[in-house]
């Protein structure tokens, strides 16, 4: 107690055309950030932005290891691979491919996806800095930038329910 909370307005975001940098504190040291952040999507993603949607969605993971991918598991089983772990480096470091397209389509070509770097920085015993980027959108093609500027609200509401979730609070769902 008697440490102020970040507040989810907090979060900075600049861009430039084809890149979007967020920066924000939250209330934990950068081992407990780490592990919301790769380890507990289900309580901070928001479901609708999946293929499976919220009714359908059965798991949202990302697997803990470099080569590993950051999946959903849909009806019947159905799974889909929307990215892979290209850095895997608890607590200070996570780097993984964007392989979803302007259009929601799945990406398969590694080399057309973007890709997202969050950095965990200590700041104090129970306060991290995280560092996202997500950068290459013009790997995205002709509609990179009006993509990149959709993520940038899109990970706005995203990291706001990430910091809820770190902070206790699990945001509402949907």
């Not at 979007?20 to 081992?31: H, M, S």
């Not at 780490?34 to 993603?45: C, H, K, N, Q, S």
């Not at 932005?49 to 019947?76: D, F, H, N």
């Not at 899109?154 to 706001?160: A, F, V």
């Amino acid at each position: 107690m008697g440490q102020e909370m970040p507040d989810p307005a907090d979060i900075r975001q600049d861009f430039d055309q084809f890149s979007l940098r967020c920066d924000l504190l939250v209330p934990a040291a950068a081992e407990r950030a780490f592990e919301v952040f790769t380890g507990a999507l289900t309580r901070w993603w928001v479901v609708e932005y999946t293929w499976s949607g919220p009714e359908a969605l059965a798991e949202l993971g990302m697997e803990p290891r470099s080569g590993g991918m950051l999946y959903e598991i849909g009806p019947y089983g159905f799974r889909g691979d929307w990215g892979r772990v290209l850095t895997w480096d608890p607590p200070r470091r996570l780097v993984f491919t964007w392989q979803i397209g302007p259009d929601r389509v799945p990406v398969p070509d590694p080399a057309r996806a973007s890709e997202v770097e969050v950095l965990f920085l200590p700041e104090a015993p129970e306060q991290t800095r995280v560092e996202l980027e997500h950068r290459h959108f013009d790997r995205h093609g002709e509609a990179a930038e009006g993509y990149r500027q959709a993520l940038t609200a899109g990970w706005h509401e995203l990291l706001s329910r990430y910091v809820a979730t770190v902070d206790g609070h699990h945001p509402p769902l949907g």
